[in-house]
């Protein structure tokens, strides 16, 4: 009976243990994981719908500067947090790696008593403990560690392409608007060359085509303004979308934008860009955690050691003479015993196969880099000359063109086919020089996501990595030199 007694006190601890352990699973440690998890709904209702919408920002309405929409946007846009949580969820698997595993507790009852000289035992309590070699948790936790590397160059690659995004659909809207602004002007000049043909024709100094050809023009620009105030609509809808506010939210650009240049140097560009683009950082990351998964790998034909301890309850009262009752205590140790070499060898393999394929994928991104920065900076140089001749030599000729038709029109030296063809002339290139100048910035933004951030910020505050630093990181990549095995 007090066998049984034991065996229920015993039972009855294992059962606290683990009612210790269940009240830790009810508990929440990020309040942004509670408030998601109180607000999930699983229907299709309309209410539920419309709650999904992002709510109409007021403040932002009307004409807004480019810093305060890149700083909203890296604090709201959901991309932005989505890879900052999975930064912070990497970094919490550090501690977990470095740990010990959990003990076991343990107990056995004897159905039947065992008979010993110093009594019949009734009861056992076991504990055990896992000890992997201390070069192991050091080698998990470094890869956890890498991991989280990868996640924080993730995060700022991210953060890179959501101001690119800002910046892009911001660019746009200046450039439509400009355009809207240009061709409504136009159209009050060709209102003026319509009276002018209107005047003409009841004067009988030309024909009523004229008139109609006007009215026609007119249409047309009429047309084209209905386009243009679609193409604002849409991309107020996409500089929303990067803001994480409602598309519905009337965002306009500041009409007056800082000058912009083109970079001057290509090869401090593309030194940056290998130096500093976060995507290679990412890469260059998860090729020192793919070596530590192979150094963990080949450790795996190390022993880990398992000590236990054992305590046997005796009764007082047994058969033998000699009895007392004396419980008995056990000290156990134990090894794994590594005998299965061809998995651990494939384990090994594995590891290091997927090393260099992460070092032969950071050599296509770096190569895949510099054609971009190439490609943009060639870009960009082109724009910022064809920027210039329009505004130094075509579009003063052209307005000057324009205004010389204009009065030969009104004393019938020219036809009237001539200066719509020259009033066409003057609005495409005014608005193809509004492309331009956006097109220019759009450019130089992509630039900026490639190099890995601001170039007037980078040429300031960023020393440039020497040659020879270029260098070994590429041979890094390329040589995966064995790491050392913690101590």
């Known amino acids: 009976m007090a066998g049984l007694q034991k065996l229920l006190l015993c039972t009855a601890t294992i059962a606290v243990f683990a009612a210790v352990g269940c009240r830790g699973t009810r508990q929440?440690?990020?309040?942004?994981?509670?408030?998601?998890?109180?607000?999930?709904?699983?229907?299709?209702?309309?209410?539920?719908?419309?709650?999904?919408?992002?709510?109409?920002?007021?403040?932002?309405?009307?004409?807004?500067?480019?810093?305060?929409?890149?700083?909203?946007?890296?604090?709201?846009?959901?991309?932005?947090?989505?890879?900052?949580?999975?930064?912070?969820?990497?970094?919490?698997?550090?501690?977990?790696?470095?740990?010990?595993?959990?003990?076991?507790?343990g107990v056995t009852a004897y159905p039947e008593q065992?008979?010993?000289?110093?009594?019949?035992?009734?009861?056992?309590?076991?504990?055990?403990?896992?000890?992997?070699?201390?070069?192991?948790?050091?080698?998990r936790a470094g890869v956890a560690e890498s991991q989280t590397n990868v996640a924080r160059a993730e995060l700022a690659a991210v953060e890179l392409a959501v101001v690119e995004q800002v910046k892009v659909s911001y660019y746009e809207l200046f450039y439509i608007q400009q355009a809207i602004e240009i061709t409504e002007?136009?159209?009050?000049?060709?209102?003026?060359?319509?009276d002018t043909a209107n005047a003409r024709y009841k004067a009988n100094l030309t024909s009523q085509q004229d008139v109609l050809r006007a009215d026609l023009e007119l249409s047309n620009i009429a047309n084209e303004l209905i386009r243009l105030h679609q193409q604002l609509d849409s991309t107020q809808a996409k500089l929303a979308r990067a803001l994480h506010i409602s598309p519905q939210t009337n965002l306009l650009a500041?009409?007056?934008?800082?000058?912009?240049?083109?970079?001057?140097?290509?090869?401090?560009?593309?030194?940056?860009?290998?130096?500093a683009r976060p995507e290679l950082h990412a890469k260059l990351a998860a090729l020192e955690r793919d070596r530590?998964?192979?150094?963990?790998?080949r450790l795996d034909y190390v022993p880990d050691l398992t000590l236990g301890a054992t305590w046997i309850d005796t009764a007082n009262a047994g058969i033998s003479p000699v009895a007392n009752g004396q419980d008995a205590a056990l000290i156990t140790a134990g090894i794994n015993l590594p005998i299965y070499r061809k998995r651990l060898d494939s384990a090994v393999r594995s590891a290091e196969a997927n090393a260099v394929a992460t070092a032969r994928q950071y050599d296509a991104l770096r190569d895949?880099?510099?054609?971009?920065?190439?490609?943009?900076?060639?870009?960009?140089?082109?724009?910022?000359?064809?920027?210039?001749?329009?505004?130094?030599?075509?579009?003063?000729?052209?307005?000057?063109?324009?205004?010389?038709?204009?009065?030969?029109?009104?004393?019938?030296?020219?036809?009237?086919?001539?200066?719509?063809?020259?009033?066409?002339?003057?609005?495409?290139?005014?608005?193809?020089?509004?492309?331009?100048?956006?097109?220019?910035?759009?450019t130089i933004a992509s630039l900026e996501r490639v190099v890995g951030g601001p170039l007037s910020q980078m040429a300031e505050s960023v020393p440039l990595p020497q040659s020879s630093e270029i260098e070994d990181m590429e041979e890094n990549s390329m040589q995966l030199p064995e790491p050392a095995l913690a101590e």
């Open 185 to 194: 002007t136009e159209e009050e000049e060709l209102e003026k060359i319509r």
């Open 368 to 442: 895949a880099t510099l054609e971009q920065v190439t490609d943009l900076f060639a870009k960009a140089r082109s724009q910022q000359d064809l920027l210039l001749l329009f505004r130094e030599d075509i579009l003063p000729k052209a307005r000057q063109t324009l205004e010389v038709s204009n009065r030969a029109y009104s004393v019938g030296e020219v036809d009237f086919l001539q200066l719509i063809d020259n009033f066409r002339l003057v609005l495409r290139y005014e608005v193809a020089n509004s492309r331009l100048e956006a097109s220019l910035r759009q």
């Open 292 to 297: 530590r998964t192979a150094q963990l790998a």
């Open 28 to 105: 929440v440690r990020d309040a942004e994981y509670a408030h998601i998890a109180s607000n999930i709904h699983y229907n299709d209702s309309f209410a539920a719908a419309e709650s999904a919408v992002p709510p109409t920002q007021g403040q932002f309405d009307g004409v807004q500067s480019l810093d305060r929409l890149v700083q909203f946007a890296l604090s709201q846009n959901p991309e932005v947090q989505a890879a900052r949580k999975r930064m912070e969820a990497a970094a919490h698997r550090v501690p977990v790696e470095a740990s010990l595993p959990d003990p076991m507790l």
């Open 114 to 139: 065992v008979q010993t000289a110093a009594g019949q035992q009734e009861l056992a309590l076991n504990v055990n403990q896992k000890f992997p070699a201390r070069r192991k948790l050091n080698t």
């Open 254 to 275: 500041s009409d007056q934008l800082l000058g912009e240049e083109a970079p001057q140097d290509l090869d401090w560009l593309e030194r940056r860009a290998v130096a």
